[in-house]
């Protein structure tokens, strides 16, 4: 077949359509789905902002509420705040971004890919982060005279969370890959 | 833009031009219930599109390029997409028309599904009858690596069309 013949092919579905919409169905699903949407997008970020965030109020309720004033507590607090500032900052600069549809495929997958980046950076620096909070917080319970099982529960916990969050890590490593070979198919010239 | 402004317009592109997001869930995805995920998705994109139009372009190219952008990161994460639940137990949104489908279209469809993402693209805008400037437009790339892309696409599509 010539090429012309693939195109009359090809246009003689323009006046009959493949499939048949249920518009009931689509309407509901428009609702629901724009609201599951932004939970999906928003999930990740708003459980590490409450999370960082929560734990601030806490020790900060603690140093207020405590006769015997710790320094790990202040440090603790300060770096949990710097980890809520950054993921706020980072989430802001998302959203803006996202509110793009003008853009062209290359474009499109540029943004993808520096979103995909964005999450790729997020999941390692929180991954580390876990070793900092976890010596912190280890120094914090050590110095206050806890018992040692009380340490060893709160290390098992550390080790547990730097687990998970590495294979979180790697399902932005596959992601942000195969948006950079879409690239790399869409620029070459063959 | 009001809510009813948004719903108007949305429900006139629906009305207008489904069959460009027909053709691009078809080629994309290869069985019913991932079909009708893709559509799914395509068309929330666009809603969510709809106050950045500008009319600077058509509107059948506007539905294009977000349902292609779409189309194509999905189909990037398609092992994603494997239904869990019961196809009975869904709601579909498509069904199949009960039109009786050309078997050289059908085939035409499973040889464009065979090619990669954004080849899949190239030739729905080539099929489509864009010119190579709204090709170049639509994907971002030169003029002169859509000639290329094309040239390769037609001699594939022209060599297995005679097998």
Not at chain 1, 67 to 80: D, E, L
Not at chain 1, 107 to 120: E, H, R
Not at chain 2, 131 to 146: C, H, P
Request: glycine share 2%.
């Amino acid at each position: 077949m010539e090429f012309e013949e693939l195109k009359k092919i090809w246009d003689s579905q323009n006046n009959r359509h493949i499939y048949a919409l249920d518009e009931t169905v689509l309407h509901k699903m428009i609702e629901s789905k724009k609201e599951k949407a932004n939970f999906i997008s928003n999930t990740s970020e708003l459980l590490l902002l409450l999370v960082n965030g929560i734990s601030v109020v806490i020790y900060i309720f603690v140093i207020a509420s405590s006769a015997r004033q710790n320094i790990f507590m202040y440090v603790t607090a300060a770096w949990m705040f710097t980890c809520a500032l950054y993921i706020l900052i980072n989430r802001m600069r998302r959203i803006k971004e996202s509110k793009h549809f003008d853009r062209s495929v290359s474009g499109n997958l540029q943004q993808a890919i520096l979103f995909a980046t964005y999450q790729l950076n997020l999941s390692r620096a929180m991954r580390w982060n876990i070793l900092p909070l976890a010596l912190l917080t280890l120094l914090v319970v050590w110095d206050a005279g806890k018992p040692f099982w009380i340490l060893a529960v709160l290390l098992t916990f550390f080790a547990f969370a730097f687990v998970i969050s590495g294979w979180e890590h790697n399902i932005h490593k596959a992601r942000k890959k195969g948006l950079k070979n879409l690239q790399q198919k869409l620029e070459r010239e063959i | 833009m009001t809510e009813a402004e948004q719903k108007y317009i949305f429900e006139e592109w629906l009305n207008l031009h489904k069959g460009i997001i027909f053709k691009i869930v078809k080629a994309y995805s290869a069985n019913v219930s991932v079909q009708d995920d893709l559509f799914q998705e395509i068309v929330i994109q666009l809603w969510n599109s709809i106050p950045s139009f500008k009319k600077e372009s058509s509107a059948s190219t506007w539905i294009y390029r977000v349902s292609l952008n779409t189309a194509i990161k999905w189909a990037n994460n398609e092992r994603k997409h494997q239904q869990s639940q019961p196809l009975e137990d869904m709601q579909h949104v498509l069904h199949e028309s009960d039109i009786q489908i050309d078997e050289r279209l059908t085939w035409l469809y499973e040889e464009i599904y065979r090619l990669d993402e954004i080849d899949r693209s190239v030739t729905l805008l080539l099929l489509d009858g864009f010119s190579y400037k709204e090709m170049a437009s639509i994907l971002g790339i030169t003029e002169s690596n859509v000639g290329v892309k094309i040239n390769r696409i037609k001699k594939q599509l022209i060599y297995k069309s005679k097998k």
